[in-house]
Protein backbone atom coordinates (compact mmCIF):
# COMPACT_ATOMS: atom_id res chain seq x y z
CA UNK A 1 0.00 0.00 0.00
CA UNK A 2 3.28 2.51 0.86
CA UNK A 3 4.26 1.92 -2.56
CA UNK A 4 0.86 2.76 -4.25
CA UNK A 5 0.70 5.80 -2.32
CA UNK A 6 4.07 7.10 -3.11
CA UNK A 7 5.44 6.15 -5.81
CA UNK A 8 4.24 6.57 -9.18
CA UNK A 9 2.80 3.47 -10.14
CA UNK A 10 0.09 3.04 -13.04
CA UNK A 11 -2.20 0.46 -11.11
CA UNK A 12 -1.85 -2.16 -8.68
CA UNK A 13 -2.36 -6.22 -8.36
CA UNK A 14 -2.99 -6.95 -4.92
CA UNK A 15 -3.47 -10.32 -4.53
CA UNK A 16 -4.91 -11.57 -0.96
CA UNK A 17 -3.31 -9.12 0.63
CA UNK A 18 -3.53 -7.23 4.24
CA UNK A 19 -3.80 -3.52 3.52
CA UNK A 20 -5.28 -1.18 5.95
CA UNK A 21 -5.03 -1.30 9.59
CA UNK A 22 -2.27 -3.83 10.11
CA UNK A 23 -0.01 -3.19 12.79
CA UNK A 24 -0.97 -6.30 15.04
CA UNK A 25 -1.21 -8.53 12.09
CA UNK A 26 2.71 -6.94 10.90
CA UNK A 27 4.11 -7.33 14.19
CA UNK A 28 2.85 -11.13 14.62
CA UNK A 29 4.34 -11.95 11.02
CA UNK A 30 7.31 -9.88 11.60
CA UNK A 31 7.09 -7.58 8.49
CA UNK A 32 7.03 -4.06 7.66
CA UNK A 33 3.86 -2.18 7.04
CA UNK A 34 4.42 1.74 7.41
CA UNK A 35 0.61 2.82 7.97
CA UNK A 36 -0.96 4.13 4.94
CA UNK A 37 -4.85 5.16 4.90
CA UNK A 38 -7.25 4.93 1.62
CA UNK A 39 -7.34 8.70 1.46
CA UNK A 40 -3.60 8.35 0.52
CA UNK A 41 -4.33 6.23 -2.43
CA UNK A 42 -3.95 7.71 -5.48
CA UNK A 43 -6.82 7.15 -8.51
CA UNK A 44 -4.75 4.56 -10.43
CA UNK A 45 -6.64 1.16 -11.25
CA UNK A 46 -6.73 -1.61 -8.63
CA UNK A 47 -7.32 -5.29 -8.73
CA UNK A 48 -8.08 -7.05 -5.55
CA UNK A 49 -7.96 -11.03 -5.58
CA UNK A 50 -9.39 -12.87 -2.55
CA UNK A 51 -8.78 -16.14 -1.23
CA UNK A 52 -12.69 -17.20 -0.11
CA UNK A 53 -11.16 -20.24 1.59
CA UNK A 54 -7.97 -18.24 3.47
CA UNK A 55 -8.08 -18.97 6.86
CA UNK A 56 -5.08 -16.41 7.37
CA UNK A 57 -6.43 -14.43 10.40
CA UNK A 58 -8.19 -11.43 9.73
CA UNK A 59 -7.17 -11.32 6.37
CA UNK A 60 -10.59 -11.25 4.31
CA UNK A 61 -12.61 -9.22 6.45
CA UNK A 62 -9.80 -6.54 6.86
CA UNK A 63 -9.76 -6.62 2.99
CA UNK A 64 -13.53 -6.53 2.45
CA UNK A 65 -13.00 -3.67 4.70
CA UNK A 66 -10.57 -1.62 2.20
CA UNK A 67 -12.87 -2.49 -0.95
CA UNK A 68 -15.51 -0.65 0.90
CA UNK A 69 -13.10 1.84 1.84
CA UNK A 70 -11.53 2.45 -1.51
CA UNK A 71 -15.15 2.04 -3.05
CA UNK A 72 -16.64 5.09 -0.85
CA UNK A 73 -13.99 6.83 -1.97
CA UNK A 74 -15.04 6.06 -5.82
CA UNK A 75 -11.14 4.96 -6.00
CA UNK A 76 -10.95 2.29 -9.33
CA UNK A 77 -10.91 -0.67 -7.58
CA UNK A 78 -12.05 -4.34 -9.46
CA UNK A 79 -12.26 -7.41 -6.78
CA UNK A 80 -11.69 -11.22 -8.55
CA UNK A 81 -12.47 -13.80 -6.08
CA UNK A 82 -11.54 -17.25 -5.71
CA UNK A 83 -14.56 -18.48 -3.60
CA UNK A 84 -12.94 -21.92 -2.74
CA UNK A 85 -9.37 -20.55 -3.11
CA UNK A 86 -7.18 -20.94 0.07
CA UNK A 87 -4.24 -18.79 0.56
CA UNK A 88 -1.34 -19.10 -1.82
CA UNK A 89 -3.77 -20.53 -4.54
CA UNK A 90 -1.78 -19.39 -7.21
CA UNK A 91 1.00 -21.33 -6.19
CA UNK A 92 -0.26 -24.00 -4.83
CA UNK A 93 -4.03 -24.87 -6.07
CA UNK A 94 -4.08 -26.09 -9.65
CA UNK A 95 -7.44 -25.74 -10.88
CA UNK A 96 -9.96 -24.10 -13.66
CA UNK A 97 -10.59 -21.70 -11.72
CA UNK A 98 -7.53 -20.71 -9.85
CA UNK A 99 -5.70 -20.54 -13.76
CA UNK A 100 -8.91 -18.02 -14.61
CA UNK A 101 -7.77 -15.69 -11.46
CA UNK A 102 -4.19 -16.05 -13.02
CA UNK A 103 -5.83 -15.03 -16.35
CA UNK A 104 -7.52 -12.06 -14.98
CA UNK A 105 -4.84 -10.55 -13.27
CA UNK A 106 -2.44 -10.95 -16.42
CA UNK A 107 -5.26 -9.33 -18.23
CA UNK A 108 -5.26 -6.85 -16.03
CA UNK A 109 -1.28 -5.52 -15.68
CA UNK A 110 -1.19 -5.72 -19.49
CA UNK A 111 -4.26 -3.39 -19.77
CA UNK A 112 -2.84 -1.26 -17.27
CA UNK A 113 0.42 -0.50 -18.88
Not at 18 to 23: F, G, I, N, P, S
Not at 59 to 80: C, G, M, Q, S
Request: aromatic share 6%; charged share 20%.
Amino acid sequence: MWTIAHEPVAGAVLVYPYTLDVAAEASAMHFAAPPVTVDELPRVPMLVVKAGGDVTPNLNAKLDAFVAAARARELPVTVVEHTEGPHAFDIIDDTPRSREVIDAILAFMQAIR
